[in-house]
């Protein structure tokens, strides 16, 4: 979808004119740092010199030894709880300090790409996956269209992987010209698990690579439901003359934009694709992001095809920047693009948006367990610092949440308190480390990518939303350390979109339950500080927020259902004269 009132061709050149790649020396990619770009950088300089400092100042103060709470000839019991809450407290405030510094880092290192015209004849397969009774035809049809009108001065063969071999597909890819490839009915494209498991997006493309991956030089590659730009290949490819690249992607954004589940999805975005995958170009290491990219295929077949996991672009691209290229020798690079070259949708509903979320956390803490540990030895330690500090953010945010439910009981319930500070001081301290933290996320909003949301909004949505799927990353987490089996759910799309119950809530209703019948118990018990019950109320409004939208969307919308039809009055064209109309 790719709706009419945003500027897409401004945003689709964002890192700025094609230029002619250099001759002599071999090409390696050229960059251009953000905060070089900005007239009055001094400001940004202040704030992440100040955010994390102060942070860090306010974690020192509050587990300060001479804080700790000392309870003479008070129970053993309550003494481990004491223990169990400054401990808690240490981790909250060590990981904000942790969350703040990725940022600060992420604002000094910035960089985007210089374009280059791409070289001419170079073989591309322009693909895109669908899955028969998932994903609506007519959804297909608008994202080959158009592939079908990207530029490229070479051959282009545009693929449909059909995942069910369906003969609307067959027809729909005859009629518009595309070429069709299915995977249905050969056994060994459809295994229980590794490279070609069945019923995955990895193992669909790993069958097309295996089939025809030798006929090509790159293959482009964009979800279902993203309609590439015309300018997709020629902003892209020109990368590539660095035999080093290994991959280039693009940001993410939801055309769709109506929703207020759709909007906040965005904005949530914000940081990852405005700011830390700019941070990355500067280790030559941003993330793969499947939504939209082009990729190197011999690259791809060195480490056996795109890897089996619930998120199979994190995983192949964590694979790819721990590998050396065999022509040169040196480690496989990717390039982040800030052009907006593909309008997709996202989640309009809180279950497809918790179902996501859900999927690409769990993603997250495969490659964590799974993965992280093999790149200490293989991957260069600024590339590896970058990775760190992505691959963090879901087990943080997932603790964080726990942490601090975990504090609100431990004092509402049995008036455990792990430090004891002069509010007046933790107040100043903290209220001021905040205020630092979020001038430097809005600093950073005038590097924001996306075309959909108002020049100048301060992304509280987007702040929300993250918050809102804290409880979501916990028990993703859960499910992740107890070996769960996690299997790769399609997102509805289109008239598909997965319908919101109360069930739907449910991770979050247990939590408001529990803080609510802490709360409540605190007034009986006399565990009553302000401070402790002010965290208890704003976790409760978090855990609640999510029914209170959908409640408040549903009721708007029968609203909107049940307004008479008005007659209005329209413009005769020929008389220019108003006539009534409905």
């Known amino acids: 979808m790719r709706p009419e009132g945003y500027d897409y061709d401004t945003h689709s050149r964002l890192a700025g004119p094609l230029t002619e790649a250099p001759t002599g020396a071999p090409y390696q990619v050229r960059y251009t740092s953000l905060l070089s770009r900005e007239p009055h950088r001094i400001r940004a300089v202040v704030l992440m010199t100040l955010a994390p400092l102060l942070t860090g100042v306010l974690l020192v103060y509050l587990v300060w030894p001479t804080h700790w709470v000392e309870r003479e000839g008070g129970e053993t019991w309550r003494v481990r709880l004491d223990v169990v809450m400054l401990v808690a407290i240490g981790l909250i405030e060590l990981f904000m300090l942790v969350n703040v510094v990725s940022i600060a880092h992420a604002t000094l290192v910035a960089r985007d790409p210089v374009p280059v015209v791409p070289e001419s004849g170079t073989r591309v397969a322009f693909l895109t ?34 995942e069910g071999d369906d003969e609307q597909a067959r027809a729909l890819c005859a009629e518009l010209g595309v070429r069709h490839f299915t995977r249905h009915g050969v056994p060994e494209w459809n295994r229980d698990e590794g490279v070609h498991r069945a019923r995955t997006k990895h193992g669909n493309y790993n069958a097309w690579l295996a089939k025809h991956g030798d006929a090509y ?84 077949q060195q480490i056996g095809g795109l890897c089996d996991s619930v998120t199979e672009d994190m995983a192949t691209g964590f694979e790819l920047h721990r590998r050396r290229n065999p022509r040169t020798g040196r480690h496989w690079r990717s390039v982040y693009t800030p052009d907006v070259l593909a309008v997709g949708e996202g989640p309009a509903s809180w279950t497809d948006f918790f179902t996501q979320q859900t999927r690409w956390s769990r993603g997250t803490y ?81 590097h924001n990518v996306s075309p959909h949301e108002p020049e100048g ?27 769960r089996p996690s299997r790769f759910v399609v997102t509805p799309k289109g008239s598909d979109v997965s319908p919101d119950r109360l069930l739907t809530f449910r991770v979050h209703l247990c ?57 209005t009055p329209t413009v005769s064209p020929a008389a220019g004269t108003p006539t009534g109309g409905t």
């Not at 994903?135 to 051959?155: D, F, N, S, Y």
């Not at 759709?262 to 993330?287: D, V, W």
């Not at 802490?518 to 609640?544: D, Y």
């Open 511 to 567: 939590w408001a339950t529990l803080l609510a019948a802490s709360l409540v118990a605190s007034a009986h018990l006399g565990h009553t500080h302000a401070a402790m019950r002010t965290w208890a109320v704003l976790a409760l409004a978090i855990s609640l927020a999510p029914v209170g939208v959908w409640i408040a969307t549903r009721a708007r919308g029968r609203a909107v259902t049940e307004e008479p039809v008005v007659a």
């Open 457 to 483: 909004s301060g992304g509280l949505a987007g702040m929300a939303m993250s918050a809102l799927a804290a409880p979501i990353y916990l028990k993703s987490l859960c499910e992740a350390l107890l070996r």
């Open 129 to 162: 996956t669908y899955v028969p009774g998932r994903e609506p035809l007519a959804m297909v049809r608008a994202t080959l269209v158009g592939a079908i009108r990207v530029h490229h001065t070479g051959p282009l063969d545009v693929w449909l992987l059909d």
């Open 366 to 446: 495969e490659t964590f367990f799974k993965q992280y540990w093999k790149a200490p030895f293989t991957m260069p330690p600024g590339r590896l610092f970058s990775y760190t500090l992505m691959l963090v953010y879901y087990p943080m945010a997932a603790v964080n949440w726990f942490l601090g439910v975990l504090s609100c009981f431990l004092f509402l319930w049995f008036g455990a308190s792990g430090t004891q500070v002069a509010a007046s001081v933790w107040l100043m301290l903290y209220s001021d480390a905040a205020a630092l933290q979020i001038g430097l996320y809005l600093w950073n909003r005038r």
């Open 217 to 300: 030089d790159f293959y482009a590659s964009v979800d279902t439901d993203h309609v590439p730009l015309p300018d997709f290949l020629a902003r892209m490819t020109g990368f590539f003359r660095d035999p080093n690249v290994a991959f280039v992607v693009g940001p993410q954004v939801y055309g769709n934009y109506t929703h207020p589940v759709t909007k906040a999805a965005e904005s949530q975005q914000f940081l990852f694709h405005a700011l830390i995958q700019r941070a990355g170009n500067r280790y030559r290491a941003p993330m793969f992001v499947g939504t939209n990219n082009v990729v190197r295929i011999a690259a791809v």
